[in-house]
């Protein structure tokens, strides 16, 4: 059971703009670095954000992630019928002292 | 070219056991941290466990539902990364990742995946 809890899905029409969001605690997002992955099922994830807001390069400037506290989100803008997947956050859990993936966001494009 | 490579995956009967490999070609293995991490079918992405780099002091962490029943291991010589599964139960089903990270950078490549499916 994960301790990450996200909206089970999210979608828009192409170029409209998609929050998805990720709420945590002190042990985990409050104190760690996020990161953010996309997996389309049948292949491998894809690291999206790392550091929070950090993208590896490749990933296009579309896709932003921000912390405030507790709680970090990732923003989608410009939508494309290809960003269709689930995207996952995660981070540290200093409590469990184990890495903790949140419960995963189906993006649908309308 | 960066890749990682699983096998080891199949059919298995609960309470047997099963080992994953991992391997790592194109960048410099011990350099980097690895884990395993797991999807259940129609469930989300579970990370299930943590080795550290070969610098320094091995370190290792297992998630809460695999501790004391699986372990994590690897080996610099053959750029290898495993996962030995012991008293697996139904469900330990699952495709397994192997993926690794550097620093903050987390989790940056992974592998195809492996399927384990443990029947009763």
């Known amino acids: 059971q994960s301790v990450l809890t996200q909206p089970p899905s999210a979608s828009g029409t192409p170029g409209q703009r998609v929050n998805i969001s990720c709420p945590g605690s002190s042990s985990n997002i409050g104190n760690n670095a996020v990161s953010w992955y996309q997996h389309v099922p049948g292949k491998a994830p894809r690291l999206l954000i790392y550091s929070n807001n950090r993208r590896p390069s490749g990933v296009p400037d579309r896709f932003s992630g921000s912390r405030s506290g507790t709680s970090a989100s990732l923003a989608i803008s410009g939508l494309q019928s290809e960003d269709e997947a689930d995207y996952y956050c995660?981070?540290?859990?200093?409590?469990?002292?184990?890495?903790?993936f949140g419960t995963g966001t189906k993006v649908t494009v309308l | 070219q960066e890749q990682l490579v699983e096998s080891g995956g199949g059919l298995v009967v609960a309470g047997g056991s099963l080992r994953l490999s991992c391997v790592a070609s194109?960048?410099?293995?011990?350099?980097?941290?690895m884990s395993w991490i797991r999807q259940a079918p129609g469930k989300g992405l579970e990370w299930i466990s943590y080795?550290?780099?070969?610098?320094?002091?091995?370190?290792?962490f297992y998630a809460a539902s695999v501790q004391g029943r699986f372990t994590i291991s690897r080996d610099r010589a053959k750029n290898s990364l495993y996962l030995d599964m012991n008293n697996v139960r139904v469900d330990d089903t699952a495709i397994y990742y192997c993926?690794?990270?550097?620093?903050?950078?987390?989790?940056?490549?992974w592998g195809q995946g492996t399927l384990v499916t443990v029947s009763s």
């Open positions: 080795i550290s780099s070969e610098a320094g002091a091995t370190s290792k």
């Open positions: 993926a690794r990270g550097r620093w903050e950078v987390l989790f940056d490549l």
């Open positions: 194109g960048f410099t293995f011990g350099d980097y941290y």
């Open positions: 995660t981070a540290w859990d200093g409590s469990l002292s184990a890495y903790v």
